[in-house]
């Protein structure tokens, strides 16, 4: 009796049904670039982390054709992606501030498309303390 050969595997679209895949996801993190600018100001602080990736970066990588628009309403749609990105930003803004106690982080993200490229900027804003007058009892 002959048995049936090996199915070969078919990898799925990038984009299906307007969803990105987690591959999808790991792309586009692999190929971004990242600017953070923002500093503590009277116990609040205030930055922003501009995210740019290349479409033709993505290009290279993408399985079938990669329409932009398609791609731009799949990214803002992705509570995962979006999410990264905020993880990301929060980190930034942390390592400028180390030494303060950070409050609640409020954060807003805008996604857009701009010179062959697609562009997440993140907003981070947080209340700090500062722990030295923290640890002694002192209120600025």
């Known amino acids: 009796m ?3 050969g090996l199915a070969k595997a078919r990898r799925g679209a990038f984009i299906s049904k307007g ?3 987690r591959e999808a996801e790991m792309l586009i993190l692999g190929r971004t670039s990242r600017l953070s ?3 503590p100001d009277s ?5 922003s982390t501009m995210f740019q990736v290349p479409l033709a970066a993505l290009q290279e990588r993408w399985r079938g054709t990669l ?3 398609e791609l731009l309403r799949a990214v803002e749609g992705s509570v ?5 990105f905020m993880r990301i930003a929060v980190a930034d803004a942390r390592h400028r501030a180390p030494k303060d106690r950070w409050g609640t982080f409020v ?5 857009r498309l701009a010179n062959s490229a ?3 900027d993140v907003d981070v804003e947080a209340a700090l303390d500062d722990a030295e007058s923290s640890r002694h009892g002192s209120h600025r």
């Not at 116990?43 to 930055?47: E, L, R, S, T």
């Not at 995962?80 to 990264?84: D, E, G, V």
């Open 107 to 111: 954060t807003e993200t805008r996604v």
């Open 80 to 84: 995962r992606l979006r999410i990264r």
């Open 43 to 47: 116990g609040q602080y205030f930055g």
């Open 2 to 4: 002959k048995r049936p």
């Open 37 to 39: 600018e923002g500093e």
């Open 67 to 69: 329409d932009a628009a």
């Open 19 to 21: 969803v990105l895949s």
């Open 118 to 120: 697609l562009h997440v």
